[in-house]
């Protein structure tokens, strides 16, 4: 098929400095100019990120972080504060949203409800039309696009790089669609409702027919193509939003929560599916979620916001081993982190009232500043094992247990906190029972208690203390 094999500078992206502020985000106090200047909000603060090309990109955070706004921003549907988004070569702060080469798939799918799955998956192809037509109607424009029509793009620096046969494709496309002749137009309007044989199909419309047939194979929706999306389940329309994206060939995907309208079962399957499609397609995408599964079992990388920032990215394995900061290691992991207040009595001893813990010496020069000073121990549920009792264990007392079969998840309260533990399946837990755990010194977190950023991270390797 005609995506694939694109030039990799022109398929990454790169997000430079990024703010939005919202002006007059709406208090109840905004109801003069002064009130509404008072009420803005900065909701997305430094954003530094490249997305490599053909890369999977996972955005997660929780609700109101900022995720959909800032794929609003790079696919130009929302103005940028400051900063700069580039595609490729190309800087696309000011182009409008049909400039960009970009398609998203939104949370709502937003389907046409009055078209077909067909006319759903055409209808963006036969606008490129107009938005070839617009770039030559643009005089800053008009010289590149005359030019770029088979030798390639020019650059914000007047470099052309190579069309890619995915971009030729879109070219020959728009191309097709500029040369019809408004009698064509008009014919193949006229007909498109009739049976397949009285249809007139100009060489544009033949053109997309093989693309909406061949994303409509590629999506298992080639039997639903004269449906309205009404008349489709859930996981249909979803298919058929992403065919949309898909048939339009573009540089970039954004995905904003495409599974959040979906049931648990089918969220597991697409999830798959999706993944399998992107890497078919090679082409660089942008997901967005608040499902950290999701986001663990999806992404060649992830980054984590939170309040309008970005707090790490990195590939799921090294976020689970290494988060940078408190607010990363308690939202990737499922049970989460726990979180225990401790002091550092020597530097490689930590003190609570009912235990202590001897740290490897990997720790001792990460520790030497902390001596006499609280940090805060971070302990995975997998991290705990049942023991005897000893002053480096913890006694607990179990209040939930979840056994699982492969597993089981305890809840067991120590001192004042409820601790998430994992154990195996070895025997049965009783609610009210008294244990002892042990800590894996060589696993555990340690976290500034004021900046909350991890301690020992900073090793030019990122090697975890004490890790082999
Ligand atoms: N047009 C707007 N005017 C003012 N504030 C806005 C506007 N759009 C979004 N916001 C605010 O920006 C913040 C980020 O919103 P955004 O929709 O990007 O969050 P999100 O991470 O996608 O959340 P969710 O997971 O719930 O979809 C929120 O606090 C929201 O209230
Ligand atoms: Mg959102």
Not at 24 to 43: C, M, N, R, W
Not at 247 to 267: G, H, I, T, W, Y
Not at 435 to 455: G, N, R, T, V, Y
Request: charged letters at 20%; glycine letters at 6%; proline letters at 6%.
């Amino acid at each position: 098929m005609i995506l694939r094999s694109r030039n990799p500078a022109v398929a990454q992206v790169v997000l430079e400095n990024l703010y939005k502020t919202f002006a007059g985000a709406g208090g109840p106090a905004s109801q003069d100019a002064d009130a509404e200047a008072s009420t803005e909000t900065t909701v997305l603060r430094r954003i530094d990120l490249t997305i490599t090309d053909g890369e999977f990109m996972v955005l997660v955070g929780p609700s109101g972080c900022g995720k959909s706004t800032l794929l609003r921003l790079i696919s130009g549907l929302e103005e940028i504060t400051a900063g700069n988004i580039w595609v490729g070569q190309q800087q696309v702060n000011t182009l409008p949203p049909k400039q960009r080469d970009i398609a998203m798939v939104f949370q709502s799918y937003a389907l046409y409800p009055h078209l077909t799955v067909y006319d759903n998956l055409a209808f963006g192809l036969r606008r490129m039309g107009a938005s070839a037509e617009f770039l030559a109607s643009s005089t800053a424009a008009s010289k590149d696009a005359s030019e770029s029509t088979n030798s390639g793009l020019k650059d914000s620096l007047g470099q052309t790089a190579p069309l890619s046969a995915a971009d030729e494709a879109n070219h020959q496309l728009q191309a097709a669609l500029a040369q019809r002749s408004p009698w064509q137009t008009l014919l193949s309007g006229a007909t498109r409702r009739l049976p397949k044989g009285l249809r007139y199909l100009s060489p544009a419309d033949r053109m997309i027919d093989q693309r909406v047939r061949t994303v409509a194979q590629m999506l298992q929706i080639d039997a639903l193509l004269n449906r309205l999306p009404r008349q489709l389940s859930g996981g249909q329309k979803q298919r058929v939003a992403l065919g949309r994206a898909i048939a339009r060939n573009p540089q970039v995907f954004l995905m904003d929560e495409p599974q959040s309208n979906l049931d648990a079962k089918l969220r597991t399957e697409t999830r798959a599916q999706i993944v399998n499609l992107q890497h078919q397609l090679g082409i660089t995408t942008i997901y967005v979620t608040h499902d950290q599964i999701e986001a663990m079992t999806m992404g060649d990388r992830i980054a984590v916001m939170n309040q309008g920032q970005i707090q790490q990215v990195a590939t799921p394995l090294e976020l689970y081993r290494h988060p940078a900061n408190r607010f990363v290691a308690a939202f990737i992991g499922s049970p989460p982190m726990n979180f225990l207040s401790v002091q550092v009595s020597a530097p490689l001893r930590l003190s609570h009232a009912q235990f202590h813990l001897t740290l490897p010496a990997a720790w001792a020069q990460t520790m030497k500043s902390y001596d006499g000073q609280p940090v805060m121990l971070g302990v995975r549920p997998e991290h705990f094992s049942l023991s005897t009792p000893a002053p480096e264990n913890l006694p607990v007392t179990v209040r939930r247990v979840e056994a699982l079969g492969s597993e089981t998840y305890l809840a067991v309260q120590f001192d004042q906190d409820l601790l998430q533990v994992r154990v195996t399946p070895a025997r049965p837990f009783a609610i009210e029972e008294q244990l002892w755990l042990a800590i894996d010194p060589e696993k555990i977190h340690l976290f500034d208690p004021h900046s909350e950023s991890a301690l020992g991270i900073a090793s030019p390797d990122k090697k975890f203390p004490g890790e082999r």
